[in-house]
Structure formats: structure tokens, C-alpha cells
């Protein structure tokens, strides 16, 4: 028993982490990440392997040697497996992986499945070493295991580095907290390797990911922000007579153009998960500025005046206000910034001319440029109480010609290659009221 101690209340946690892992998600019917799900099923036989290897090693003399070989080679090609899910499951945390994106799962899996023959090739090489306190096994596929953590990891961190702009604070600090924790771990079981920590490293992964990431209970929570944000918007646009059902369709657009810029080749260091996620949650309150419009120019039959519009572009520089004061104590960080770009710079034009700040070009915030297509193209879609709905073939139309004065070149043209797309989702929406 004295050799698998730490194994054995390594296994003792990650089994109970699993256990409330499973109950939360039955009880909260929150969906689970499959790739996470995978790391629950490859470590704790890792950690059971750790564990009968540290014991068989120290028992050469009563345990058959094609046993102990077995055992050792079991434990290196989870252990590898371990290595190869993690950074998936990691990937697809500050990226995103999707059946248009699987290139990434691809290469993991890749190199994972190489470390694997590798580590098979070189089981022959095996050695089992007498220490002062244990035995321990050295050799070629147990450098493989390592390597492989140290090139798979290192990636992620190059990643988190090379892109830190816009991955979500709170995933960048606790994925490289637990990336170095592991790599300290590692290298303390390289120099010495008599410790036998290795179970370590996948108990820390699975207990770290569930506190920051995969705890069903705080999941329920944020599901919870978005139905308030959702509600927020809705009573906002319930004062509007003239916007009926334009939070659901710009939010879709939205939806779509950020489905696109995911696959561009541009876009491709700034479109994650998270960045997704919060424009997409955020969209929904890019009018919240009118809840300070007054109602006779809010809810007004017919066309404004000078002095009224001018009332009425107040509602964008109200909404950074609102969006600020309302979610001020909000952990997240990224979306309360997201959100209140997409309130107070959506009526911005990319030459300029729009307001409240006149910005310009790339100085306005990049979720905004996305809400103001979407945003024009409903307006100019949808009927209001002093003209018809514009033809689908003008609408389209006034986002070619705003190319480079009201709206980002690359963006727009993003948008309109998609007009299939947009026109089913037109159709859609016409379709459910």
C-alpha cells in the first residue's frame, strides 16, 4: 500500500469529482462538453494504471515481467491519451472546435495517435530502475510521454500568448495557472524520478477544469444572466411600436455574420468561443439606451423631426450608460465590455459620420461594425408606421452602397456573400408571427 498511497487518494478525488459532476448536470439539465466527458473517462484509468505500475515495479520478483510490461505500456498510452484530450478539451475552450472548424481536432488527435505508436515501438526499451525509496521505469516511450505534454501544452500557452487579446481574462489566467502547475509537476517527476507524481497531473487538470469551467451549478447561473439580459431587451422594444421582433432577427444576423468571419482567413485570431458567445448575448441590448426615450418620440406614428431624432440619438450613448451601472458588479468581464460597445457604438459609420463619437474606421469596436449590418438591414426590411418594408433586393442593395462609409468593407461583403442565408432567415422570421 505504502507505494500507491497518492494514487489511490488521487482517484478518490477525481472519482468524487465526477460523482458531483454527473449529479449537478442531472439536476441543473445543463449540457455537458463532450470533450471534457472524454478527459472523465481516460484519467481515472490512468490514475488506476499510475497506480498498479508503482505497485507491480516495486514487485518484480512476485509479479510475471510480461504483466508489468503490459501495465507500464497501458499507463504511458492513457497517460498519452490524457495528454491528447486535455489540449482538445482546452482548445475548444478559448477557440471553439465545430464540425466546420474540426482541423484542430484533427491535429490533435494526430500527434496524439503518433505519441501512441511511439510509445508502442519503444515499449521494448523499457527499464525498470532501483531507487532509495521505489522503483521506477525509464525509456524511450516514457520520454515520448513527456515530450508530448511539453509540445502539446507549450502550445496552448503560445496560443493564450499569441491571441490574449481576445481570449476571455478569466480563461486565460486559470488555463495557464493550470498548464504551469502541471509542467512544474512533470519536470519535478523528470529530476526526480523516484516521486511518482504523475497522477497528479490529471487530477489537478480534471478538479481545476470543473471549478473554473464545468461546474453545472454556475453554468445554470449564466444561463440565468443571459434569460435576464434577454427579458431586459425584450421590455425595451415592447415601448418601441416599431420594432416588433427586431431584437430575435438582428441577433440572428449577427449570428450568422459571426459564423462567417469564423472561417475567414482575417478574422482568424479574433474570432474564439467566447467572443461568439458574448456579441451574440450582447446584441440583444443594443437599443437598451431607449428605456431614457421618452414615449412621445419613442412610440411617435410617424417621421421624427430634427429636434426629436436628435432626442432620439441620445439612445446610444444612454445604452454604454445603462449597460455600465447595470452590470457593474458582472464577473464577466469581456461581455460587460462587449455588451457596451455594442450599445454606444452601433450607430457609429465606418467614415465617420456617425454618433455619439464620430469614430471611424477600425476605431470602432469590432462587435459594434457587426450590429450596425445588422441592425440597418432590419430597419430598412421591416415596415414601420411612416413607410413599407423596403424589397429584399434593396435592402441588400443599401449595405453594397454603404461599403466603406456606413459600414466595414469586409464585413458587409461578408454579409452579403451569405444573402442566401439571410434571405431564409427573413423568410423564417416572416413566417412566425
Given at each position: 500500500?505504502?507505494?500507491?498511497?497518492?494514487?489511490?487518494a488521487?482517484?478518490?478525488?477525481?472519482?468524487?469529482?465526477?460523482?458531483?459532476?454527473?449529479r449537478?448536470s442531472?439536476?441543473?439539465?445543463?449540457?455537458?462538453?463532450?470533450?471534457?466527458n472524454?478527459?472523465?473517462?481516460?484519467a481515472?484509468?490512468?490514475?488506476?494504471?499510475?497506480?498498479?505500475?508503482?505497485?507491480t515495479?516495486?514487485?518484480?520478483?512476485?509479479?510475471?515481467g510480461?504483466?508489468n510490461?503490459?501495465?507500464?505500456l497501458l499507463f504511458?498510452?492513457?497517460?498519452?491519451?490524457?495528454?491528447?484530450?486535455?489540449?482538445?478539451?482546452?482548445?475548444?475552450?478559448?477557440?471553439?472546435?465545430?464540425?466546420?472548424?474540426?482541423?484542430?481536432?484533427?491535429l490533435?488527435?494526430?500527434?496524439?495517435i503518433l505519441?501512441?505508436?511511439?510509445?508502442?515501438?519503444?515499449?521494448?526499451?523499457?527499464?525498470?530502475?532501483?531507487?532509495?525509496?521505489?522503483?521506477?521505469?525509464?525509456?524511450?516511450s516514457?520520454?515520448?510521454?513527456?515530450?508530448?505534454?511539453?509540445?502539446?501544452y507549450?502550445?496552448?500557452?503560445?496560443?493564450?500568448?499569441?491571441?490574449?487579446k481576445?481570449?476571455?481574462?478569466?480563461?486565460?489566467?486559470?488555463?495557464?495557472?493550470?498548464?504551469?502547475?502541471?509542467?512544474?509537476l512533470?519536470t519535478?517527476?523528470?529530476?526526480?524520478?523516484?516521486?511518482?507524481?504523475?497522477?497528479?497531473?490529471?487530477?489537478l487538470?480534471?478538479?481545476?477544469f470543473?471549478?473554473?469551467?464545468?461546474?453545472?451549478?454556475?453554468?445554470?447561473?449564466t444561463?440565468?444572466?443571459?434569460?435576464?439580459v434577454?427579458?431586459f431587451?425584450?421590455?425595451?422594444?415592447?415601448?418601441?411600436?416599431?420594432?416588433?421582433?427586431?431584437?430575435?432577427?438582428t441577433?440572428?444576423y449577427?449570428?450568422?455574420?459571426?459564423?462567417?468571419?469564423?472561417?475567414?482567413?482575417?478574422?482568424?485570431?479574433v474570432i474564439?468561443?467566447?467572443?461568439?458567445?458574448?456579441?451574440?448575448?450582447?446584441?440583444p441590448?443594443h437599443d437598451?439606451?431607449?428605456?431614457a426615450?421618452?414615449?412621445?418620440?419613442?412610440?411617435?406614428?410617424?417621421?421624427?423631426?430634427?429636434?426629436?431624432y436628435?432626442?432620439?440619438?441620445?439612445?446610444?450613448e444612454?445604452?454604454g450608460?445603462?449597460?455600465?451601472?447595470t452590470?457593474?458588479?458582472?464577473?464577466?468581464?469581456?461581455?460587460?465590455?462587449?455588451?457596451?460597445?455594442?450599445?454606444?457604438y452601433?450607430?457609429?459609420?465606418?467614415?465617420?459620420?456617425?454618433?455619439?463619437?464620430?469614430?471611424k474606421?477600425?476605431e470602432i469596436?469590432?462587435?459594434?461594425?457587426i450590429?450596425?449590418?445588422?441592425?440597418?438591414?432590419?430597419?430598412?426590411?421591416?415596415?414601420?408606421?411612416?413607410?413599407?418594408?423596403?424589397?429584399?433586393?434593396?435592402?441588400?442593395?443599401i449595405?453594397?452602397?454603404?461599403?466603406g462609409?456606413?459600414f466595414?468593407?469586409?464585413?458587409?461583403?461578408i454579409?452579403?456573400d451569405?444573402?442566401?442565408?439571410?434571405?431564409?432567415?427573413?423568410e423564417?422570421?416572416?413566417?412566425?408571427?
Open positions: 500500500m505504502q507505494y500507491i498511497k497518492l494514487q489511490a488521487c482517484l478518490i478525488i477525481v472519482l468524487y469529482t465526477i460523482a458531483t459532476y454527473i449537478s442531472m439536476t441543473t439539465q445543463i449540457k455537458t462538453n463532450i470533450f471534457y472524454a478527459i472523465l473517462v481516460i481515472p484509468v490512468a490514475i488506476i494504471l499510475d497506480g498498479a505500475t508503482a505497485w515495479v516495486n514487485h518484480l520478483d512476485s509479479v510475471p510480461f504483466v510490461d503490459f501495465l507500464h504511458l498510452i492513457y497517460m498519452s491519451l490524457s495528454i491528447a484530450a486535455t489540449t482538445i478539451y482546452i482548445y475548444d475552450q478559448l477557440m471553439g472546435i465545430s464540425r466546420k472548424n474540426c482541423r484542430p481536432l484533427i490533435f488527435l494526430s500527434t496524439g505519441s501512441q505508436v511511439l510509445i508502442v515501438a519503444g515499449a521494448s526499451s523499457l527499464q525498470y530502475i532501483q531507487g532509495k525509496v521505489t522503483n521506477y521505469s525509464m525509456g524511450f516514457v520520454y515520448v510521454c513527456f515530450i508530448s505534454m511539453f509540445m502539446h507549450g502550445f496552448i500557452l503560445y496560443l493564450i500568448i499569441s491571441r490574449h481576445y481570449i476571455a481574462r478569466e480563461k486565460k489566467f486559470n488555463t495557464i495557472f493550470i498548464i504551469i502547475m502541471v509542467g512544474i512533470i519535478c517527476q523528470i529530476l526526480f524520478p523516484e516521486v511518482l507524481i504523475s497522477s497528479l497531473c490529471p487530477t487538470i480534471i478538479l481545476g470543473f471549478i473554473d469551467f464545468e461546474n453545472p451549478a454556475l453554468k445554470k447561473l444561463s440565468y444572466k443571459d434569460d435576464m434577454e427579458g431587451a425584450n421590455l425595451v422594444e415592447n415601448r418601441d411600436n416599431n420594432t416588433g421582433g427586431h431584437i430575435r432577427r441577433r440572428n449577427v449570428k450568422l455574420i459571426l459564423s462567417k468571419m469564423k472561417s475567414d482567413s482575417h478574422y482568424k485570431n474564439n468561443r467566447d467572443f461568439i458567445v458574448n456579441v451574440s448575448n450582447a446584441a441590448l437598451i439606451g431607449k428605456i426615450t421618452p414615449d412621445n418620440i419613442l412610440q411617435k406614428p410617424g417621421k421624427l423631426t430634427d429636434e426629436e436628435s432626442v432620439m440619438k441620445k439612445h446610444a444612454c445604452g450608460i445603462i449597460i455600465l451601472e452590470f457593474k458588479n458582472l464577473d464577466n468581464q469581456d461581455f460587460k465590455t462587449i455588451a457596451y460597445q455594442v450599445a454606444r452601433h450607430h457609429e459609420k465606418y467614415n465617420g459620420k456617425g454618433y455619439p463619437e464620430g469614430l474606421g477600425e469596436p469590432l462587435c459594434a461594425r450590429m450596425a449590418i445588422a441592425d440597418v438591414f432590419d430597419a430598412v426590411s421591416q415596415k414601420r408606421c411612416y413607410r413599407n418594408a423596403m424589397p429584399a433586393e434593396e435592402c441588400f442593395k449595405i453594397q452602397n454603404g461599403i462609409t456606413d466595414d468593407p469586409l464585413l458587409a461583403k454579409f452579403l451569405s444573402r442566401k442565408e439571410v434571405e431564409a432567415l427573413m423564417t422570421s416572416a413566417n412566425s408571427f
